[in-house]
Structure formats: C-alpha cells, structure tokens
T-cell receptor, first 116, second 114 residues
Framework: AQKVTQAQTEISVVEKEDVTLDCVYE???????LFWYKQPPSGELVFLIR??????QNEISGRYSWNFQKSTSSFNFTITASQVVDSAVYFC?????????????FGGGTRVLVKP | DSGVTQTPKHLITATGQRVTLRCSPR?????VYWYQQSLDQGLQFLIQ???????AKGNILERFSAQQFPDLHSELNLSSLELGDSALYFC?????????????FGPGTRLLVL
C-alpha cells in the first residue's frame, strides 16, 4: 500500500533562513508520481511541482528547489531565503500508475512559520 | 485561481441532516475528485469520476455519495451527518483522470456540523 510520511509537523524559521521539508514515500509500483502542494492560511491547495519516478533530476524554480532520491525514497523540498509569504502548510503526495484512477495519497503536512 | 469552483464556501448544519456540495471542474477537464481534510484524518481521497462514470473509490462512508453530471459538474451528498463529518471538502479536476495527471484543487467547502 502506498504511504507518504512527513515527519516534521511544524518548522519555525526567521525570514531569509533556508528551510528544508522532508518527504519519504512507500510504494511497490515502479511507476509513480510525486507532488508538492502548498496550503496557505486562506485554505486552498496550490500545486507546486510534479515529478515522475523515472526523472531523478533535481529542479529549481526561483527560491524553491526539490531533491528526488529514489535510493532513499525521498522527495525533499527546500525554500531558500524564506519570506513571510512562505508561511503555509506544505503537503507531499503520491500517485501510483497501477492503482485504479489517479488518487493522491497525502502526507500529514508540514506547517512552516516564517517570522519577520 | 485554479479554475475549479466549489459552492458553497461555508456550510453550517446540524447532526442528522443532509447536505450537497457542488463542484465545477476546469474548462475541458473530464475527471473530478473529492477529498476530505479533517484534523484527525488529514487529507483523504474519497472518490473520482471520469466523464460521468465512477473511476476510483477511497474510504468514502456509505452515508456519502457522489455523482458527475453530463455537464461534468459533480455533487457530493453527505447524509445523516455526524459531528465527525465536520471538515474541509475539496474537489479537484484533471483532463482525463489518468495516473500522474496534476490535480488542480478548488477552494474547498468548509462544513461544520453542530
């Protein structure tokens, strides 16, 4: 069965510090997809990134970067030079190719609080 | 703005009642998904529809039902409501409902059962 673990429930940093969010996943499928979503205080879920299991290239988008390592089943997310607007709950999610449909299994989320 | 709309934004009701949550997918998307976000269970997949047909089912209670209409909007019906059903209900949509497609979420409906 698929599972996503985000061990850090809450991280508090001061503005301009870097913060790394951990995500560890479990799946028996060889083809799968990983996602990160952001949930700001307003409550909506905002898509950040999608990665498939065959693409282990790390990705950078502005102050955001992602490190995908199949060997450790991890898909970690780093915010560089954090800003107050980064305060939110961040979710890692997994979708398996062999499962019926396209259900997402979410981790428990990590709340990031960036203090000015 | 993801393009997915959900109504109502907030709903307050009493135990034992029945409510209907509505979702309109992004233009062109044929598949809709429903998720429940609660404090104790986190974000849980409920059900997925593709072009009017059920495609996948999660841990959806028997008191809950959903459908997708010919115009592709979807409704989630919650009946015999209990206090524990209080949660944020999200709808998401994708083009074909295939594994790996990015799901774009609506703003959610916050349900409070008193």
């Amino acid at each position: 069965a698929q599972k996503v673990t985000q061990a850090q429930t809450e991280i508090s940093v001061v503005e301009k510090e870097d913060v790394t969010l951990d995500c560890v996943y479990e799946t028996r499928d060889t083809t799968y997809y990983l996602f990160w979503y952001k949930q700001p205080p307003s409550g909506e879920l905002v898509f950040l990134i999608r990665r498939n299991s065959f693409d282990e290239q790390n990705e950078i988008s502005g102050r955001y970067s992602w490190n995908f390592q199949k060997s450790t089943s991890s898909f970690n997310f780093t915010i560089t030079a954090s800003q107050v607007v980064d305060s939110a709950v961040y979710f890692c999610a997994l979708s398996e190719a062999r499962a019926a449909g396209n259900k997402l299994t979410f981790g428990g989320g990590t709340r990031v609080l960036v203090k000015p | 703005d993801s393009g997915v709309t959900q109504t109502p934004k907030h709903l307050i009701t009493a135990t034992g009642q029945r409510v209907t949550l509505r979702c309109s997918p992004r233009s062109g998307d044929l598949s809709v998904y429903w998720y429940q976000q609660s404090l104790d269970q986190g974000l849980q997949f409920l059900i997925q529809y593709y072009n009017g047909e059920e495609r996948a089912k999660g841990n959806i209670l028997e008191r809950f039902s959903a459908q997708q209409f010919p115009d592709l909007h979807s409704e989630l019906n919650l009946s015999s409501l209990e206090l524990g059903d209080s949660a944020l209900y999200f709808c998401a949509s994708t083009l074909q409902g295939l594994a790996g497609e990015t799901q774009y979420f609506g703003p959610g409906t916050r349900l409070l059962v008193l």
